[in-house]
């Protein structure tokens, strides 16, 4: 069985910094590309970042990039996230899933997620 | 930046049809997922390819493309599909993916 599991959320002031982590049991790590998904209070679903199955390639949405960088550590079946500069509108529940190789393949499994509250 | 456009709400009374539509220009050439989440829980994919179900998801969900629309359809809805639904696609002119504004389904 597949499992996600997401942690390192918390409460930040702004301009700080944080690293969630992910850690997958269940499949074989590093045969599948990795992602974060967010989600604002009461807001939708919004891409953030996704990392190949061997790390060596990296995408990331506008609003993120420059202060987030994705990472993975095969060896220990870890995403990573770490986020910097944060900004009150990072605020928001960070999904990990997983996907295909495939850019077009869908996220096929999701962690439950970890609450990221930026605030003074 | 590629944009996907869904309707914020759709109603819908028990064991009739529901269709959530997701709109983007030129989304025919593009290969559509959506996604299923419930309040508090992570999403659930249950349509992707455009029209494939995961293993477990009912037959009573289905999907399509026609023109600039792709459409989500649950047959025979029941209350425990109350839920909100996202699209989904990866646009490859940013290497970006992107999500749908996501509709709440409210069955009545």
């Known amino acids: 069985e597949v499992q996600l599991l997401e942690s390192g959320g918390g409460l930040v002031q702004p301009g700080g910094s944080l690293r969630l982590s992910c850690a997958a049991s269940g499949f074989t790590f590093n045969s599948y590309a990795m992602s974060w998904v967010r989600q604002a209070p009461g807001r939708g679903l919004e891409w953030v970042a996704t990392?190949?199955?061997?790390?060596?390639?990296?995408y990331y949405a506008d609003s993120v990039k420059g202060r987030i960088t994705i990472s993975r550590d095969n060896s220990k079946n870890t995403l990573y996230l770490q986020m910097n500069s944060l900004r009150a509108e990072d605020t928001a529940v960070y999904f990990c899933?997983?996907?295909?190789?495939?850019?077009?393949?869908?996220?096929?499994?999701w962690g439950q997620g970890t609450l990221v509250t930026v605030s003074s | 930046s590629y944009v996907l456009t869904q309707p914020p709400s759709v109603s819908v009374a028990p064991g009739q049809t529901a269709r959530n539509t997701c709109g983007g220009n030129n989304i025919g050439s593009k290969t559509v997922h959506w996604y299923q989440q419930k309040p508090g829980q992570a999403p659930v994919l249950v349509v992707y390819d455009d029209s494939d179900r995961p293993s477990g998801i009912p037959e009573r969900f289905s999907g399509s493309k026609s023109g600039n629309t792709a459409t989500l359809t649950i047959s025979r809805v029941e209350a425990g599909d109350e839920a909100d639904y996202y699209c989904q696609v990866w646009d490859s002119s940013s290497d970006h993916w992107v999500f749908g504004g996501g509709t709440k389904l409210t069955v009545l």
């Open positions: 990392v190949s199955g061997t790390g060596s390639s990296t």
């Open positions: 899933a997983k996907r295909d190789l495939l850019s077009s393949s869908p996220l096929d499994s």
